[in-house]
């Protein structure tokens, strides 16, 4: 869920800037924007070369233009022209819709389309052939043109001015890089004269250039002309490692403000919007939650924070596109429903009140960006956490999954912006200081496998089966921690164990800590008995044990084309796996050495993955233990057979067979 975008500080920005220039509107250029036009169409832009791809954008331009009104009221306009070859009916299955950035807040101007077919005739669509759709869940409605009988060999063109009601200007990604190759790229920002915009390129995308010839207004841009496609792949942060550029505003000549975008700011707004926001009569309520969340009883601080965490989830529920009035604490408390932001409200002053000191954290998503230390800008500021720093630990106020210690995944291992309370004197504040946000070690997120297997004395094929699973940390949090909302309790538990083989009979099961309190702090466990028919086969005189299978599916990873992008994982995690087998009476197992595996993967002298297996032999019973951990976020791309390695490790086992033969 996408949170409170700070949009009470942007408007009070906006507001101190527009006041500042009322009135310089009078003389403004018109925009560049309003004479945007295509050109009548020519094969000028399709070469041999990208005749013989089957998706190729001959074109690409995204222009956004600042400009005040008649009333000095800052205004964005937008302009993005596309232009497709479309050579595969994959391709013309893609782009047969087109759809038009269109929201409430955007006013299209002017929307034109055409496709050139195979035999160069030329079909224009006009904006009366913009269709509407209405997403069922949301109610959002969306504009697309509709293309019909496209061929191969087919262009597709279009191209769209939108006026924007509320510039964007406190920082804006534009991505320019996609998943396939792109041709003629363009991309300009102007401004009026007294407004200065910075910008930063990312992941190899040439720096943005000043153009120093025009003269009635500021003007930046980037004209490529071929950027290569980047390819999804397993296990990327394909949205984070794409070309992109980012512009905020940073000047008004005006007003003589520079840093207008930074966060200093950013704090202030943050603090004092957060932070002591509920009068005396809300306080006294709050106290008495906390006692009635059992909070106060706890003896230790993660369990504080977890018991009042676990009732406020339980018992408050969050609006998206919520009012101003569903933002403060008193609607909350009397609807138990209100923002995001209300509810951040709530926790700061709950926690504030039991002396926890809790920072709010602002961050991103690190698979669509990572927060840049270095280049301040609102788009980084996506996402909420609270830390506790007496712990080192973070909760995700928007998460009704998550708890203390098991945040949002993807706003870990991620830089964020941390704002604490300090006190000068009398004086309270806030300060903000940029920080990494660590992840969970390996061993807090973990999946154990304990199996016992007896062979039937009446026919060997058939095991029985005693299994315990056990799961903990994120490993548990997608059943753990939502299990109360599953309509079909019994199924989910039970698929824990039938993932192993979707034949296994399970006659009986037990399960322990189902429920979301325990999320965190005490592992999911399910203890079956099962049996199967599955797992052996008879061979003449002898007997195939998979017990490679025991484990479950494994990945098995491939790679035909050489690794581009870096490696990203959600989290750290480990496996731990023990199979007892009780051997039957008169027989042997003749190639136990097919157990012991093991791979691993070291850089500067620290183990960051292994795999490996092996075996004891006690009596009539054959113990093998399987270990696998994956203590590491990111690699290299050059890191990745070795990867690669360890995890076929896996695979490997899963294809052992054992031989069980008569002594």
Known sequence: MQIFTLSLFKYSI????????????????????LNYKWDAYNDSLLTDEIKQKELAELKSVFITEFHFNNLGQLEEYRVIH?????????????????????????????????????????????QSKIMTATDDET?????????????????????????????????????LQSSHDKYNIEFHLYAPSPLEFVTKSYNGLDSVQTDTIIEDRNHWFIKAPYIEKLEDEDYAAYEANKQFLIYKLEYNANTGKGNLISYA????????????????????????????????????????????????????YIIENSS???????????????????????YIEAYSQMGLNPQIVLTCDRFNLKFDPEFEADNFLQDFLLYFPSIEASLSPDNIGSRIGFPEVTLTDNHGLFIKKIKLGTMESGLGEIKYIKG????????????????????????????????????????????????????????????????IEIISKTVEND?????????????????????????????????????????????????????????????????????????????????????????????????ESSYTVEGNQLIITADEFYDVIRLPASDFNDYRRVINAAADFNKITLILEKK
């Open 324 to 346: 101003k009035e569903q933002s403060e604490i008193a609607y909350l408390l009397n609807k138990k429903v209100g923002s995001l932001s209300g509810i951040v409200k709530l």
């Open 139 to 175: 109610g959002n409605e969306y504009k697309y043109f509709a293309f019909e009988g496209i061929e191969k060999g087919s262009i597709v063109e279009y191209y769209t001015i939108l006026l924007k009601k509320q510039p964007g200007y406190s920082g804006r990604k534009v991505p």
């Open 82 to 126: 596309h232009v497709y070859w479309l050579n595969s009916d994959d391709a013309i299955e893609q782009f047969n819709k087109v759809y038009l950035p269109f929201n409430q807040s955007t006013k299209v101007i002017e929307s034109m389309a055409r496709v050139i077919d195979s035999k160069k005739k030329v079909t224009e669509l006009n």
């Open 265 to 316: 700011n950013t704090t202030k707004g943050i603090y004092s919007y957060f932070y002591n926001a509920a009068d005396k009569k809300d306080k006294k309520k709050i106290k008495k939650m906390i006692e009635t969340s059992g909070a106060n009883a706890e003896s230790t601080t993660i369990d504080k924070i977890r018991t009042f965490e676990n009732y406020i989830k339980k018992n408050f």
């Open 440 to 503: 969970t070690p390996y061993e807090k997120s973990f999946d154990n496998l304990l199996i016992e297997v007896t062979f039937d004395k009446e026919d060997i094929t058939t095991t029985h089966l005693n299994i315990n699973k056990s799961t903990g940390g994120y490993y548990a949090e997608n059943l753990q921690a939502y299990i109360h909302l599953i309509k079909e309790r019994d199924k989910a538990i039970e698929e824990q164990i039938t993932y192993i083989n979707e034949n």
């Open 515 to 611: 429920d979301p309190k325990y999320f965190g702090k005490l592992p999911l466990v399910i203890d079956a008995q099962a049996k199967s028919s599955d797992f052996v086969n008879k061979a003449g005189n002898t007997y195939l044990f998979k017990v490679g299978e025991l484990i479950g599916p494994q990945s098995e990873m491939y790679q035909e084309k050489k690794r581009v992008q870096p490696l990203e994982f959600y989290f750290r995690k480990k496996y731990h796996r023990v199979i007892t087998v009780n051997i039957p009476e008169s027989y042997k197992i003749a190639n136990l050495k097919d157990i012991n595996i093991k791979e691993s993967f070291s850089r500067d002298g620290k183990e960051l993955m292994k795999f």
């Open 14 to 33: 906006i507001v101190l800037l527009l006041l500042c220039t009322i009135g310089y509107g009078q003389d403004e250029p018109k925009p560049i924007s």
